[in-house]
């Protein structure tokens, strides 16, 4: 028979998949604080005097996680939540349906926008989710959910727009806090004013570069932070990238280019 412990473990763990936490228990990052970005294998020093590691959801092994964590730092996890990418655990299943496929992204030739309206790219992405609370991340970094704006609206018919990005962002944060993980908005800098009451930060590339700080500092003002990068191959002076046109109180880091944010750190001085 089992114990009353072993009985209130079990109610718990059934309560526990269908009521959400309540507001306070996912990371929540404060405006300014300093981060490192490292979307390649090699994440190199885990312990600079950053206090977030931003890391791929599936490439980083989880010592690395962990080893992070006991160095005291947060770790949001990157994953490509608009787009199709090769070689990723759940490729095949992005594939499935033809119909969730749309046009190739420029500069990217392996990637593809997908239908983000769709139920089961949706359920795909909360699987993603799965993984990363799996993994320990304390955050989610969603990148491309700005196909509204790109290739035609991703290619679909009716194309992609500001409100389905919005809605898909709705629906993954209200998941990613139910599962205890904080959760960004990446570039998509249309729909600021829409999401900067329930996303927890914003990560931002090249503002400086297009004059565009401005329009990330709505989550600033929401005392979240703004994760800002800036790439030095195209915006060479480390004055501006660091300290340009309303970039106060941005969270900023330089990287070489954008082809692939290895561990290399351009220090802001
Ligand atoms: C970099 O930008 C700063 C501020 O805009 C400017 O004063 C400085 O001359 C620039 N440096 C170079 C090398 O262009």
Redesign the pocket.
Known sequence: MPSVLQLALVSFGLLHTTIARPASSWYQASVGIPWQVVLESDIGDLNLPVDVYDIDLFTTPQSTIDQLHSNGKQVLCYFSAGTYEPNRPDSAELLADSADLGNTLSGWPDERWLNIRSDKIVSIMKARIDTAVSKKCDGLDPDNVDGYSNDNAGGFTPGLSQSDSVAFLQTLSTYAHSVGLGIGLKNAGDIVQDTSSFLDWVVNEQCVQYGECATFRPFINAGKPVFHIEYKNQSP????DC??ANTASFSTVIKPDESSIPKDLIPCT
Not at 237 to 240: G, L, M
């Open positions: 002076n480390i004055t501006d300290h340009g």
